[in-house]
């Protein structure tokens, strides 16, 4: 209740933010973050000594109807109940059942996330048995309860559930997850594709948020899966290929060998091949994969498919496979030819900078859904070309990190995934071949060319219907979705990097907290602590004003003073209730200029502080004379001596 009320009160704060007055004691408050500290979740931030977390492991069997686009499923997980609290039954997602006609997410969307014209069944469930005997179910929406026989123990008991199901794979309605035709042959891009468990977790016990088309939250396991699919089909999926005698030529084998220890991309499946492959009939394959330490899996499959690969070379002498897979019309230098050399660079500079990418793969694909992610494989567009494919590419594998390694909720907490992800996309757009695609500028990050970032979040903080950044994903709108949870909340890592903590401090506790919530369920309140006791620095204004609230930044010169018996003085004015770190640039007659630090203890007290200058008359001042900081108003930056 209590994080309720708090968010609730925040939302109500930021309509009328821009219009107060500043208040130093508002601004410095103390803050109650929404989760208390305890022993499973540290004022430190880090997972305590009585952290726990469940986990699922998964057997699944699937096959694919191309005629009818079916695919059936079999699948064993096995949860094991590490809580200290015995369970009665098991809460499972069933995502497929958003494209039912009656589903919430339907009536939710209107049709801006979901095609109205177009549905299917969802889920068909056919059986589900314990211990070889059928139990009760209890479908809602897109959750199902699973009633078990005997309560599973507390404390490391466990208990395997069979699930047998089939559903009709939707069309290009499906978003996240669909199949299209394609002249070379159908691509399927298969997510969402099996029952998921919802995650038990210390703070909400079952959370059971139905999937609106947010994303995901989901427990980690090893999974074991099987694909069966036309002999004419290639198969590219999370995991590592585990049978690939059964399922590729010698040739393929062999070029997929040399990829492994090259640092150029090898084509693995060439277009005239793609073309030279004769029709399946009723031949089959089946393709097995294995995938270790994951929340999730997903796979793509067609006949259309060139295929590309090269090694990623990883911090301690480790490797990883970049693979591509489009279908012909992608192929070119300013297209898909370049995707596995974007996927390599992106992986290797995150691994070194944040943290070890940690699977076998990672599959760019070219197919009908587009711009999303899963562990070790995302969905991008086949007419992507140049800096388009460059900068969704490196997005999507960023997702790798977060929230896949750092296991966020996404459907409560978008912006844990998508702006801290977009955060270090940020980067990557400098470094990539010296910047030769950056800065980033796109739909995720500054996407209007016109005006710094800075002040474009200075213009979104001014729209009284824009949301807080920590606003239940489901609850943001379409018009903010990027602007808020990607941008805004990116840019205030970038603010917190480089003007507030400064990349030594910032890189140092960044890490810390990507270590010790790796594979993990961090909240909010948890990456708060970690950034203040590691960072070094109490942020409760920054958070407050930032994140709880679109609170305004507005800095002002308000006076010169050069007197020649006293010397020269420069008064400066905090106008926002969003206090922030900032350089005065004094600019003397003499043409020279000097930096001054402005921190925001600054403003603790009041709003007004002037600086005795020395080194002569001055002849301007300037706050934020580099636009880093999303000032409100900037006619009043800046001030020239009389």
Do not use: C
């Not at 929340?295 to 911090?315: E, G, M, Q």
């Not at 297209?335 to 599959?363: L, Q």
Request: no cysteine; hydrophobic share 40%; charged share 25%.
């Amino acid at each position: 209740m209590r994080f309720i009320v708090l968010f609730a009160a925040a939302s109500l704060l930021a309509a009328s933010a821009h219009a107060q007055t500043y208040d130093p004691l508002k601004t410095f408050a103390p803050l109650s973050l929404p989760a208390p500290a305890n022993s499973i979740r540290t004022g430190s931030g880090a997972p305590g000594p009585d952290f726990w977390q469940n986990r699922a492991d998964f057997n699944i069997a699937a096959k694919i109807d191309t005629r009818a686009h079916v695919l059936t499923g079999d699948e064993t997980v096995t949860y094991t109940n590490n809580s200290p609290e015995a369970l009665g039954f098991l809460w499972f997602q069933m995502d497929q059942n958003l494209y039912r006609r009656d589903s919430r997410g339907y009536a939710m969307s209107g049709g801006r996330r979901v095609d109205p014209k177009s549905s299917t069944e969802g889920y068909i469930v056919d059986a589900v048995t314990v211990n070889g005997k059928p139990v009760n179910t209890v479908v809602s929406d897109t959750r199902m309860r699973v009633d078990l026989p005997d309560a599973v123990k507390a404390k490391g008991g466990q208990v395997k559930v069979r699930v047998q199901y089939h559903f009709t794979i939707p069309g290009l309605f499906g978003g996240r997850m669909a199949w299209n035709t394609n002249k070379a042959g159908d691509i399927y891009d298969l997510a969402q594709w099996y029952p998921r468990l919802q995650v038990f977790d210390d703070v909400r016990g079952w959370d059971t948020l139905p999937y609106l088309a947010n994303e995901f939250y989901l427990e980690y396991g090893n999974f074991d899966y099987a694909v069966t699919v036309p002999a004419d089909m290639i198969v590219a999926g999370s995991g590592a290929l585990v049978n690939p005698n059964e399922v590729l030529t010698a040739e393929q084998r062999a070029r997929f060998d040399r990829a492994k220890a090259s640092d150029k991309t090898v084509v693995i499946r060439t277009p005239e091949e793609v073309a030279a492959t004769p029709p399946a009939g009723a031949a089959t394959k089946t393709w097995r994969f294995h995938m270790d330490n994951t929340r999730d899996v997903a796979f793509t499959a067609s006949r259309a498919f060139v295929w590309d690969a090269a090694k990623i070379n990883l911090p301690d002498g480790k490797t990883s496979v970049a693979q591509s897979v489009y279908p012909p019309e992608s192929v070119g230098a300013n297209g898909w030819s370049r995707s596995t050399e974007y996927m390599k660079d992106a992986v290797e500079r995150f691994s070194k900078r944040w943290y070890p990418y940690p699977w076998p793969n990672a599959i760019n694909v070219a197919g009908p859904a587009t711009g999303m992610e899963y562990p070790g494989i995302v969905f991008d567009g086949i007419d992507d070309k140049a800096k388009t494919l460059f900068f969704i590419s490196a997005h999507e594998i960023g997702h790798s990190w977060f929230p896949m390694i750092v296991g966020s909720d996404e459907r409560r907490n978008a912006w844990m995934d998508e702006g801290i992800n977009t955060f270090i996309d940020v980067y990557e757009s400098d470094d990539f071949e010296g910047g030769v695609y950056g800065p980033k500028r796109d739909g995720e990050y500054a996407p209007s060319p016109a005006g710094s970032p800075a002040d474009q979040i200075a213009e979104l903080i001014k729209d009284p219907e824009a949301p807080v950044i920590m606003s239940r994903a489901d609850t943001i709108r379409e018009k903010y979705r990027h602007p808020v949870t990607y941008f805004k909340a990116a840019f205030g890592l970038t603010l917190l990097r480089e003007d507030i903590l400064g990349p030594e401090r910032f890189d140092t506790a960044f890490r810390k907290y990507i270590a010790d919530w790796a594979f993990k369920h961090p909240k909010p309140s948890d990456f708060f602590r970690e950034m203040e006791s590691a960072g070094g620095e109490d942020l409760s204004w920054f958070w407050r004003g930032y994140f709880l609230n679109n609170w305004s930044h507005d800095m002002a010169v308000t006076e010169i003073v050069n007197d020649p018996a006293k010397g020269a003085s420069v008064t400066v004015e905090n106008r926002g209730q969003l206090v922030l770190p900032a350089t005065l640039r004094v600019t003397f007659r003499d043409g020279k200029t000097r930096d001054i630090r402005v921190p925001v203890e600054t403003w603790m007290q009041s709003g007004k502080h002037t600086y005795t200058i020395e080194g002569g008359a001055v002849a301007e001042a300037t706050v934020d004379p580099d636009h880093r900081l999303p000032d409100a108003d900037r006619s009043n930056n800046s001030m020239k001596a009389k």
